[in-house]
């Protein structure tokens, strides 16, 4: 007797029909599982075996289940209920043509309950790609199952899926809802002072730029850095279902309220290697550039990456994606990430704090600012430096609470997508001259014409005022870094 | 690329102790450049910001009273003051320590150009001589001996610029030195100078009024956020009460129009 389950298997983000076959003899038992499994899948062999077991359901002798198409490689446990169910089909335990309706994921564990997998947003669009209408899955990842649009059929045991199946068992009502998200994102009115620092953050995330925050150890550059989330306004549906989408694959994704409505935020450390930061492995996983997709990637201490790590993110900048390709195939993942630096200005961290004497020699320091390539600090938009500040700053009222930046932000987004402010005959004139007389490149002059955009899309101009352009200046590269 | 024999150099130069026995030079401007009034300004390569906005300040308004600053392409002051005179569009001169065919130190390599389409670079070595530590000193001497006065900017206790000076000293030319804070070591060659007798240096008009030239009329610049200068972006936004935003507006306007320059997120007033 011959029966098939339909699940799905992820190349990168992409959902691959895969269909377990089952084919059972009465014979000595034995279970042969074939079609290029790897070591986790292969082991669901004694998984599926001992959850029969435990859900006293009945092992029917010599069975071969092969997992097509073959040459697809298949990795990990969310097979394990695909496999077992189309043995039970196999073997008159459960309809075949009630099974064949179904997509199925989960891992068995030994007393045949149902553990969540990782990736089932992807498995469950591709069940409602083919067509199907509903997916079995783990009842803690019906609610991540449930954004696909399919119907989620939740169960805690195979004994229940068997149940259900069998018509013995209503599927259980699944309640959509996404609820509260558990993270608080930190609040700008912690900071005090670094008004410098606060406008460059809300240009920043107004107009989408990549940004650089240079200054001397213990000024706050990474406690600034990490409350831009903050202040970008919340993912719409479509760009939170991507973002679901790839956490879903890396494990990140919170069962109870699965959909990721607040931009990312992640912060790789220094060590992290070239293949963690892009993506890749011998299992083509997202990257924490792609986890930071639609959101913010900081990187604290620039300085200290790998300078091919570092290399390596500006195909991701240029592109907004990554093309992954590995011995075990290839695999697209976006990475629209907006790019936040942070670095020390001289290797002792001295310069730029008035109480303190650099004693880094010339070499040293050019040495160590040569270690960002220029192509890459062409990539930031923004370059701000923020010198010590003094006791008197410290002791300032709280700064302004996130949610109102938030709001200025908002608005600033809405105006430069709809209509984009123009420069003025008077503006082009600043920006000329600034280019003769601080001999900015091309590059640099574009990169000061969209932030001085920016700057009067948060001012609710209607044109790009040389007031604009001339403020949009003192954010580019200093030339020491540039040179 | 050209070569002056002994008895083509220029007279301020022929008459040292030791002139050299050839100058290799290089750049559009004629080898009369050399017989024009200059002044030397030199100092450390590992400057503080301090004495980089003066050795800037200094290149530019010297030269814009018409001197010729001479200089030795090092990193720090000497790159400061050669870069001070170009904004100006003044005439400048640098000496190198190696063959004047190379660029040294690499990292100025672009100033080198600039310098050299416009002014001149000169040299003691034929093509090719590699930078050597026992050549700079040799150097020094040809940069003093082409100017009327030396200043020197920023120099620690045992500096080149300190020799540059020596050899000025000997020559029984000017020497002005910076002042600067006792307590900054980068600073505790000039202040030795300065105790030995050179002439403190207050302004670009102490030199012009040296050397008998009249310092040109300039207006003083006269906006409001100069007098609080230097200082942060902050402590401005502070002091003043207007936003960040247009704090750095008006920032910019006095940065393009070459008033202010900002290093490591300090702005200081260049006037």
């Known amino acids: 007797m011959l029966a098939r389950a339909i699940t799905f298997a992820l190349v990168g983000l992409e959902p691959r029909r895969v269909e377990a076959e089952a084919f059972v003899q009465e014979a000595v038992p034995a279970f042969v599982l074939v079609g290029l499994v790897d070591r986790a899948c292969q082991e669901a062999k004694h998984r599926v075996r001992t959850s029969l077991k435990a859900a006293r359901l009945r092992w029917p002798g010599r069975v071969t289940v092969n997992l097509a198409p073959a040459e697809l490689k298949k990795e990990g446990s969310g097979f394990d209920l695909p496999i077992a169910l189309a043995l039970l089909a196999a073997s008159g335990q459960v309809p075949r043509e009630r099974l064949a309706e179904h997509a199925s994921c989960g891992e068995l564990a030994l007393d045949g309950r149902l553990r969540r997998v990782n990736g089932v947003l992807g498995v469950a669009e591709g069940a409602r790609r083919a067509g199907l209408p509903r997916i079995i899955c783990a009842r803690d990842a019906c609610a991540e199952a449930a954004l696909a649009g399919v119907e989620p059929v939740g169960v805690e045991h195979l004994s229940e899926a068997v149940a259900y199946l069998c018509g013995e068992l209503e599927a259980p009502v699944f309640a959509r809802g996404n609820g509260q998200p558990r993270s608080v994102a930190l609040d700008l009115a912690d900071v005090r002072g670094q008004e410098r620092a606060r406008r460059a953050l809300e240009l920043a995330a107004a107009g989408g730029h990549n940004m650089l925050l240079g200054g001397p150890p213990g000024i706050g550059k990474t406690m600034l850095a990490r409350r831009l989330p903050g202040i970008l306004p919340p993912l719409g549906e479509e760009a939170a279902l991507e973002v679901t989408r790839i956490h879903s694959v890396a494990g990140l994704v919170d069962p109870t309220h699965p959909l990721i409505e607040r931009p990312p935020f992640r912060a790789p450390h220094h060590s992290a290697s070239t293949a963690a930061i892009v993506g890749g492995g011998p299992r083509l996983r997202p990257g924490e550039a792609s986890l930071a997709h639609r959101g913010v990637l900081l990187l604290d201490e620039l300085a200290e990456f790998q300078r091919p790590t570092l290399e390596a993110l500006r195909q991701p900048l240029e592109d907004g994606e990554i093309l992954v390709a590995r011995a075990a195939g290839s695999a697209r993942f976006p990475a629209q990430f907006r790019l936040l630096g942070t670095m020390n200005l001289c290797p002792c961290g001295a310069r730029g704090d008035p109480g303190a004497q650099c004693t880094c020699s010339p070499q040293r320091i050019s040495s160590y600012r040569a270690r960002l390539s220029r192509a890459l600090l062409d990539r930031f938009d923004i370059v701000v430096t923020v010198p010590r500040p003094r006791a008197a700053e410290l002791q300032a009222a709280a700064g302004e609470p996130s949610k109102h930046v938030r709001a200025r932000v908002a608005a600033a987004r809405r105006r430069l997508s709809d209509a984009p402010p123009a420069r003025t005959d008077a503006a082009d004139k600043v920006l000329t001259r600034a280019v003769e007389r601080l001999r900015l490149s091309g590059r640099g002059r574009a990169k000061v014409a969209a932030v001085a955009r920016t700057i009067a899309a948060l001012a609710e101009a209607e044109a790009v005022e040389p007031a604009h352009v001339a403020e949009a200046l003192t954010y580019r590269a200093p030339p020491e870094l540039t040179a | ?271």
Not at chain 2, 42 to 49: F, I, K, N
Not at chain 2, 57 to 77: F, I, K, Q, W
Not at chain 2, 106 to 121: F, G, M, P, S
Not at chain 2, 207 to 235: C, N, S, Y
């Open chain 2, 1 to 271: 690329m050209r070569c002056l024999r002994r008895h083509q150099l220029p007279q301020l130069l022929r008459a040292i102790h030791d002139p050299p026995r050839r100058l290799y030079l290089r750049g559009e401007a004629g080898a009369d450049l050399l017989e024009e009034k200059a002044v030397a300004v030199v100092g450390a390569r590992a400057c503080s910001p301090y004495g980089a906005q003066v050795g800037r300040m200094l290149g530019r308004e010297l030269a814009s009273a018409g001197l010729v600053v001479v200089s030795g392409l090092a990193r720090g002051v000497d790159g400061e003051a050669h870069r001070g005179a170009l904004a100006a569009d003044g005439r400048t001169v640098a000496v190198l320590g190696c063959g004047i065919d190379r660029d040294y130190p690499a990292a100025h390599a672009w100033l080198a150009r600039a310098i050299a389409e416009r002014c001149l670079i000169a040299s003691e070595y034929e093509p090719g001589v590699p930078p050597e530590p026992f050549r700079f000193p040799a150097r020094n001497r040809i940069v003093a001996g082409l100017c009327l006065a030396t200043i020197v900017v920023e120099a620690r206790a045992r500096s080149g610029a300190l020799i540059t000076a020596d050899f000025a000293l000997e020559e029984g030319r000017e020497v002005f030195a910076v002042p600067g804070e006792i307590t900054s070591s980068l600073s505790a060659g000039t202040n030795a100078l300065l105790r030995l007798g050179a002439t403190p240096l207050t302004s670009a008009d102490d030199v012009l009024e040296a050397l008998g030239i009249e310092p040109p009329v300039r207006e003083a610049p006269t906006h409001p956020l100069l007098q609080l200068l230097p200082a942060t972006a902050d402590e401005l936004v502070q002091a003043t009460g207007s936003s960040a935003a247009e704090t750095a507006a008006a920032l910019a306007e006095l940065e393009v129009n070459g008033l202010v320059a900002e290093a490591d997120g300090m702005y200081r007033a260049l006037a």
